[in-house]
């Protein structure tokens, strides 16, 4: 979030979602889950009560990383997995820009994949919007760290091999304070997200499941199918007890012999409401079990899984400077150059052999 | 007589001699503190007034077993009545702490030069782990020498007894005795070296004073009659300089203090961001300790980090500077390309050492230079500049600022290990006389577009996120130069390609013409150099002009582009003959550039040229 600066209503409260559209063709998929995803973005941005000229949208290399060029903000579409590294660069340099980085899974967690371990662990406060296709897209299909094992694609063509990466977890593990998740088509639901996004002060992490259908049309239509979405999603909501199903007749509950979340139904076999799992988004153990929630029994659990403010970074540092000053006093260049041993060397001692200089201080 | 005849003898007959330069090494154990000890010679020897120059080597390995050939650490220092420019070729005093140091730093050592031993450390297991098998204090091996023994650390034993301090930690003082007798025999006011570790150990009295009373003791023992005898206290004159006020730098402070100026000369705060590398560290570690000014540091999670970070401070207007060794620099080659791609200004400071991979890590090289101008993927042209002495990476630094941000776009710098860690006097430069370079960020919404450009520099605007009105995006896909949006068009394409070129090409026209730095504008031979062996060339043509023999010396401060000039200026000389240490980057660049062609004289030994390596060789050249 950024910095509440006095800010010019007059120039915000009259903005809309057209005034982010850019004048840029957009050159995605007919088709693509990132065109939902790029309304809800335009549709929030006119609510924070932020200029436009704040805006900063930073990415790296891929189909999501294009997402720049598409908005009348300013935007930097930068190298691929660096786009956390340049962001924290351009936080450092002006935290009152309110930046959101843009990148998918391969930009974000296979070549980029330690710098998103390091924005996270250093809280730096940016919106990371985490388009996860699992597939590399603009390079044409190839597997990802996300996708899934046994994938077939054109470097995989018997099936990928390694275990695939849950984006959540890797951010919960990396330290971050803010993590979530959303759909790309449930715009109200990712706006929802994106507003809290952009409300928490840190790295906000959000996974964005998101279709390439072209090349892994369906990866999750298992779970975002809205026909049957209300048995296989978990709507998160802080307070309140983690009930799905058809008529929410079923929930959650942490099974202390094994030590993990298992789906019951009230009133049936000696389970009771006070058994279903109130959600505490502060709770970074719970939120590391929410993550982990992948069928056939369990639903996958979307909105604000963890939420824990904490120093933010770019803050530290200034902070720390302020004290430093505070200690050592004012910039002086002079006073740098000449600190420490000095010596003056006199116009009419500038001879060879001359009885030469003196100490200065 | 010879003139190292003549000095030997003047050491070793009269009371007080007058010399006109000494070099002296100190080496002994990476604990012994040999660092610390040529640092405070350094302090003292430049307040006496002599000019100077010093040379620290140090092993890679941070605790080397004690008592092994590679565990030693030295430090060198020349000073003289003269003008000095190298830490010098052969060593007139070795300061010797054990058999290993000895050992690796003996061929060093002058005939008839005078060595300094600590006896005390010359017991069977160092002398064997130096690999010695017989003992060279009592095998006759070092009669060519002036050998001073003295059971170091018997005495300092003794001097420190007083204060409890433990066997371990009193036997650390040995090199403050050694200091204190160095000091008596050059006459050196030992009062700056008594504040300096007052102030070091303010929090330890018990060892502040064991540390004082050794450097006092080492002091006394040299004063006594016995030791006079044997080592007769020498004085060099001061040197004749320009008048003004002066102090010590390495290269590494001068660098740190150069970034600091060019954002108090440009109004722009800077981003420095790094990850550790030997030998580009301590350039981190200097601004770190620098927060009162508009200087923010960033240990970034790698190389690739630490440009990005600097890149996109650069996009947000502050002044980017990301630092490394060579192969660093070769991980941020993407990100520097795209600062290329996006004409955003950039500087990048590589402190080169030895290679390839991991190579020698605390040596100097002239090794990057192809990586500096070509080190690239496409045609991503910038600006290469290197600093020739220590004191020069201050100007360097502020140079390369100027250009970055009037120019737009990434400039390399190439120090090296030598420079960043040698030190020579400075004369401290009046800033309120140096250029001011505010950029002017664009504000003026009307007409706008990123990639509008300087119509005499070719240099693109910097619209700073925040200005209403100014909403852009740029990135590395190509964009067209009358739109700034992406383009794909052939004939877009080939005309960028040509305007990033020819707006490095166009910074010629913003640099200084090209001097000759030593000799006549036209002649038999030049020689040509670059970077840190400004020194060893400088002082080799020196040498040889004196003997009334054609040469000049031409030394270039812009790798790239090269001065306009220059070609001009070499067609002057039949011969041109470039050392470096590399095995001839610049000579290819030059004769490629310029066709010249340039004879090379290489070194790649992990160490700077000698004086009079340089000075063979145009000798030969001359004769040939």
Sequence with gaps: MNAPAEIDRERTVTLTPKDFASDQEVRWCPGCGDYAILKAVQKVLPTLGVPRERFVFVSGIGCSSRFPYYMSTYGFHTIHGRAPAIATGVKLANPDLDVWLITGDGDGLSIGGNHMLHVLRRNVDLQILLFNNQIYGLTKGQYSPTSRLGSGTPSTPEGSLDAPLLPCRFALGAGARFVARSIDTEIVHLSAVLTRAHAHRGASFVEIFQNCNVYNDGAFDYFTERAHAKETQLRLEHGQPMRFGRDGEKGIRFNPTTFSLEAVTPGEEGVSDDDVLVHDESNRALAGMLCAMDGPDLPVALGVIYRAPGPEYVESVRVQREQYRAKVGPADLDALLHRGHTWRVDDHLHRPGSAGSEPDR | ?????????????????????????????????????????????????????????????????????????????????????????????????????????????????????????????????????????????????????????????????????????????????????????????????????????????????????????????????????????????????????????????????????????????????????????????????????????????????????????????????????????????????????????????????????????????????????????????????????????????????????????????????????????????????????????????????????????????????????????????EKSFVSSNISYDPANHQRMTEVRNEKIARVARDIPAQTIALGPDSGPLAVLSWGSTYGAVHQAVKRVLADRLPVAHVHLRYLWPLPSDLESLLGGFERVLIPEMNTGQLRRIVRSETLVDAKGLNKIAGQPFKITEVETAIREEIDA
């Design chain 2, 1 to 477: 007589m010879s003139a190292a005849e003549e000095r030997l003898e003047s050491t070793l007959e009269g009371e007080h001699r007058e010399l006109d330069s000494v070099v002296i090494r100190f080496a002994g154990d990476s604990g012994d503190g040999m660092q610390l000890t040529g640092g405070q010679f350094t302090e003292s020897t430049a307040l006496s007034g002599n000019d100077l120059a010093t040379f620290p080597d140090f092993p890679a390995e941070i605790r080397a077993p004690t008592g092994t050939t590679f565990g030693v650490s030295a430090f060198q220092i020349n000073f003289a009545s003269h003008e000095v420019s190298t830490a010098g070729d052969e060593l007139d005093v070795l300061v010797a702490m054990n058999p290993a140091a000895l050992k690796t730093n003996l061929l060093d050592l002058r005939e008839g030069g005078v060595l300094v031993i600590d006896s005390g450390a010359f017991g069977a297991r160092n002398l064997k782990k130096a690999g010695y098998a017989s003992n060279p204090l009592e095998d006759g091996s070092l009669s060519g020498f002036h050998v001073v023994q003295i059971d170091v650390q018997k005495r300092v034993l003794e001097a420190v007894e007083p204060y409890g301090l433990g066997h371990k930690n009193a036997l650390r003082c040995k090199n403050m005795w050694v200091l204190g007798l160095i000091m008596w025999l050059y006459g050196r006011d030992r009062a700056p070296t008594v504040a300096g570790i007052q102030e070091k150990f303010a929090d330890r009295p018990e060892i502040r004073d064991a540390n004082l009373a050794a450097l006092n003791a080492g002091h006394t023992y040299a004063e006594s009659a016995e030791l006079a005898e044997a080592l007769p206290a020498v004085s060099v004159p001061r040197a004749s300089v320009e008048p003004g006020l002066y102090r010590n730098v390495t290269g590494t402070e001068a660098m740190a203090w150069g970034i600091v100026a060019a954002s108090v000369l440009s109004g722009l705060e800077v981003l420095f961001a790094s990850y550790p590398i030997t030998p580009a560290s301590s350039l981190l570690h200097t601004l770190a300790g620098l927060k009162q000014f508009d200087v923010t540091t960033f240990q970034a999670e790698d190389e690739i980090a630490a440009a990005c970070a600097a890149i996109g401070a650069a996009y947000a207007g502050s002044l980017g500077v990301t630092s490394s060794a060579g192969p660093g620099i070769a991980l941020k080659g993407e990100a520097i390309s795209l600062a290329c791609a996006v004409e955003l200004p950039l500087v990048v400071i590589n402190t080169q050492r030895g290679g390839p991979s991991t190579g020698l890590p605390t040596k100097t090289e002239q090794s990057d230079l192809y990586q500096a101008v070509f080190g690239r993927h496409a045609d991503t042209p910038l600006v290469v500049l290197a600093p020739s002495t220590p004191s020069d990476c201050f100007e360097v630094a502020v140079e390369a600022a100027r250009i970055a941000t009037r120019h737009m776009t990434p400039v390399m710098v190439l120090s090296d290990g030598y420079l960043a860690n040698a030190a020579e006097p400075w004369r401290i430069p009046d800033t309120a006389v140096m250029e001011r370079f505010a950029p002017r960020f664009a504000a003026e919404p009307e007409g706008f577009h990123p990639f509008a450009r300087d119509p005499d520099t070719l240099a693109r605007v910097w619209a700073k996120p925040g200005t209403p009105g100014l909403e852009h995006r740029i990135g590395g896909l």
